[in-house]
């Protein structure tokens, strides 16, 4: 892999007081490539995430996108330039409509500054906002007001919003928290099938091993607020310093705990 | 030279007074989050209480004229505390947990609730109730003449913000109260009583508005509307000091009070125009006001 | 442009309305007047409201237009009503843009305590100003309209005037709360953070509507001064400012047509709360809006509920 990463992360650093939450992190990702980040609670994944998305600044060290330096950008200037994020808690609008939070995302995908006589739905929106409903599988939710729409359809729906916006990379952020055991692999199936046939470049973070080894072809794992690994899934899934800090500690077995139980 | 001299006097006169005012209401927000719009109200209530009851002991009863600052406190005191507990009882305690802002219209309606009661209860003709003010009677200092009783004043500002200061900080209920303020869960885990906490602070807060009211009832005509006036210059002391800080209460007075007087002396037309000017420029600079610590919001 | 269903009620509502200039009492075309005026500053507060914000200074901008129309007459010699409103608008929109820069910034109560700043600071020089008649205020008139002086039947024509406006800015409004932009505004009331990460500027949109809400009001201020034939400092103080908070959420923000709908409540109720219960009508506002709050709470709740885990959780 020659060409420039789609995401460049050069020695970041951020600490909040004496904590560190991110200790000279260098990762290259290539578009195309799936890549899972695991890591402990606090082990610095979220805040990689928020780093890279603009919403918290890092101490020290660089970000490029595309080979163009996103340091010190807005959310929004990181969103319209093609990285989209969904959250580990569903951010939606939740007095509107399912197709209503769709149309909102689009038609501000469409244009930064919305327009104020333009209606927003058009029929080019609805029929486009259904399409991606349909392709999640959530369209029968359509009409229905976020607030009485299960978990895990929220959680699709949030992902949806991201991905409306066609964009080059998208971050997901634990895709599968909240949702009950037996519609985990579902909700995973139908996210990675949307995303391959978008041929998006994702990026996951993941509390879950068996998910990760599932669906990714490139694992990260923070200890931290350190990337100790970094690698293919097996490979990384074997390390002895992964195994004792991240794969036998914390959420990663409570996940499973669960699944068994 | 003069005009320097009766700048400060003027000043700290007038930041004493908005201390007073502003000081209910700043310990109100900071302990309940809530910014009582109508701490005029009990301002209001206590200037008319202390003007009815000073009235009748010159006019109705003659008794001996020393005793009325006794009964200004006393009138205060007890319309504040009997206002303040039945308002939190009623109203208030049903609305906890509720939006800052949803917090600020719901004392609004107190506030024109309040407004027409004491309309009710008092009457629109205005009182006067000129006797402790002028008893004091005046002083002469730098070539300036003082009356005594606004002198006096500046001691009880002083005396009431220390001793706010003292009990929030060196008593062990003062220090739950801190504690409750700093984090209501963690407060509320810890077995201390918030619901309790709330009510008392809700009384004091709207004593302190009543002895304001009282306090001044002898050096203006009482009359309806002095609620509504006084409530904008607290919000502007509060505001500019940050919203819940005693000692920003304090700078906030002592700021304005001091950029008014200025106004007064230099620039008479000026007078209003500063007041809120001071207030929108520290906003415009440090939303958080002089001593506030909340960040307004993250994005 | 294709009229929706609602669009063409309004409109037909704002022609029956000043088709009963013809047999309606002058005490209540009056009345009608001030309330349709009232509206639209409400309309102001209203579509502020929908973002999530509560502007406590509103009345700057009534005041703006009112004194605009009145000094425009006074001293620029202009009287035409459509030339006076359009200043009003212009003026107000001005300010806005200016104030709106630093407005913007604020949330919540740091919003509203600003806004009532703003006009308070409006108050204090227009109370101060000699030659503007101080708090006392001046007369506005010799309103004239495209070259024809309506003389004796100026109130009736400002009656008219104000059904035509109201009409025509309900018909813009709700356009815009069925636009990108409206749908955006309520958004940012319900996740500020989302429609960031959506690739928006929340305060760019919320700048946009605040000028917007500005000129609205102004019309409003205008109307007023016109209708009245005065205009005081008072305009700005921050109880009139309450009062169309007041208003604003005794009609909610459901539908356009319900600021008008409760400002003209509010003044029929007012007239006669005046005329038999003086001291108790205060009281009974305050009454009415704790009842809004406790027993509506679903209109207004989620105004203000906004997503606290949003800002916490990301």
Wanted: aromatic share 10%; glycine share 10%; hydrophobic share 55%.
């Amino acid at each position: 892999m020659s060409q420039t990463p789609i995401l460049e992360s050069r020695s970041l650093h951020r600490t909040f007081g004496a904590v560190v939450a991110a200790k000279d992190i260098n990762v290259a990702i290539h578009a195309g490539e799936v890549v899972g980040v695991i890591g402990s609670n606090g082990a610095g994944k979220t805040t990689f995430i928020n780093m890279v998305t603009g919403f918290l600044p890092p101490s020290a060290g660089e970000i490029m996108f595309n080979g163009r330096s996103i340091l010190g950008l807005a959310p929004r200037k990181i969103t319209r330039m093609g990285m989209a994020r969904s959250f580990q808690v569903a951010q939606l609008f939740p007095e509107l409509t399912v197709l209503d939070n769709m149309l909102v995302a689009l038609s501000i995908a469409e244009s930064p500054l919305p327009s104020f006589l333009r209606p927003l739905r058009t029929p080019e929106r609805v029929e486009k906002a259904e399409a991606t409903l349909k392709e999640f599988g959530v369209a029968a939710f359509r009409d229905h007001q976020v607030t009485a729409v299960p978990q895990g359809t929220r959680k699709l729906v949030d992902i949806a919003m991201a991905l409306i916006a066609n964009p080059k990379m998208l971050l997901l952020d634990e895709p599968t928290s909240g949702v009950a055991v037996e519609e985990k692999f579902p909700l995973m199936d139908s996210v990675m099938e949307v995303v391959r046939r978008h041929g998006v470049t994702v990026l996951f973070v993941e509390h879950d091993m068996e998910i990760v080894a599932r669906y990714v072809s490139r694992i990260l794992a923070f200890y931290a607020g350190e990337v100790i690994a970094d690698g293919p899934p097996d490979q990384v899934l074997d390390d002895a310093k992964v195994r004792e800090l991240v794969v036998g500690h914390g959420h990663g077995g409570h996940g499973r705990a669960r699944r068994s139980s | 030279m003069t005009t320097l001299l009766a700048i400060l006097v003027d000043g700290s006169i007038y930041a004493s007074w908005l201390f007073l005012v502003a000081a209910g209401l700043t310990v109100i927000y900071g302990v309940m989050r809530i910014l009582n719009m109508a701490h005029g109200s009990f301002y209001a209530i206590g200037a008319y209480s202390a003007a009815s009851l000073v009235g009748w002991w010159f006019t109705g009863v003659g008794g001996n004229p020393y005793v009325s600052y006794l009964l200004l406190v006393g009138a205060a005191l007890v319309s504040g505390l009997v206002v303040g507990l039945v308002v939190e009882f009623a109203l208030l305690r049903r609305m906890y947990g509720k939006d800052e802002i949803l917090m600020v219209i719901i004392t609004y309606a107190l506030l024109l609730i309040l407004e027409d009661a004491v309309k009710l209860v008092w009457g629109v003709d205005p009182y006067f109730t000129y006797q402790p003010y002028s008893l004091m009677g005046r002083s002469t200092f730098g070539g300036l003449t003082f009356a005594i009783y606004d002198l006096g004043l500046v001691g009880v500002s002083l005396a009431i913000g220390i001793s706010l200061w003292l009990i929030l900080n060196k008593t062990h209920k003062g220090k739950l109260l801190r504690a409750v303020i700093h984090d209501r869960e963690v407060a509320v885990a810890m077995g201390v009583n918030v619901k309790a906490m709330f009510a008392v602070t809700f009384a004091v807060g709207a004593t302190l508005g009543a002895l304001a009211g009282a306090l001044t009832a002898p050096a203006i005509s009482v009359s309806p509307g002095i609620g509504v006036e006084v409530i904008v210059l607290a919000f502007a002391v509060v505001v500019v000091g940050g919203m819940g800080s005693i000692g920003g209460a304090a700078a906030g007075a002592v700021l304005v009070g001091l950029t008014r007087a200025m106004a007064v002396h230099l620039a008479p037309e000026l007078e209003l125009f500063v007041i809120y000017s001071v207030m929108s420029l520290v906003l415009a600079v440090r939303p958080q006001g002089l001593f506030g610590r909340t960040l307004v919001r993250k994005i | 442009m294709r009229l929706d269903r609602t669009e063409l009620w309004l409109l037909a509502s704002g022609v029956v309305l000043a088709l009963g200039v013809f047999v309606l009492p002058n005490w209540l075309t009056f009345l009608l007047t001030i309330a349709f005026a009232k509206g639209l500053v409400v309309q102001g507060v209203v579509v502020q409201m929908r973002a999530g914000l509560v502007s406590f200074g509103q009345g700057l901008y009534y005041c703006i237009g009112g004194y605009t129309v009145g000094m425009g007459g006074q001293w620029l010699g202009v009287h035409d009503a459509f030339v006076l409103l359009a200043l009003s608008m212009v003026a107000a929109a001005v300010v806005a843009m200016v104030l709106g820069l630093l407005l913007t910034r604020y949330r919540e109560i740091f919003f509203a305590m600003l806004t009532l700043a703003f006009s308070m600071i409006l108050y204090g020089v227009l109370a101060k100003s000699q030659s503007l008649g101080s708090t006392d205020g001046f007369n506005v008139h010799g309103i004239t309209a495209l070259g024809w002086t309506p003389g004796s039947s100026g109130k009736m024509f400002v009656y008219v005037l104000t059904c035509g406006i109201a009409a025509v800015a309900a018909v813009f409004l709700h356009r815009l709360s069925k636009s990108s932009v409206g749908y955006v505004c309520e958004a940012i009331r319900e996740n500020e953070v989302r429609v960031e990460y959506l690739g928006a500027s929340p305060r760019w949109t919320l700048y946009s509507t605040y000028v917007l809400a500005a000129a609205v009001s102004a019309l409003g201020g205008g109307l007023t001064g016109m209708a009245t034939g005065h205009v005081d400092p008072e305009m700005a103080y921050w109880t009139t400012s309450g009062e169309f908070v007041f208003i604003a959420l005794l009609g909610g923000i459901g539908h356009v047509a319900a600021p008008f709908v409760a400002a003209s409540l509010f003044s029929t109720v007012r007239t006669y709360a005046i005329q038999f219960v003086p001291h108790s009508w205060q009281m009974i506002l305050g009454f009415v809006l704790l009842g809004i709050i406790i027993f509506l709470p679903k209109g207004l709740w989620s105004l203000f509920k906004r997503t606290r885990k949003a800002e916490a959780r990301v």
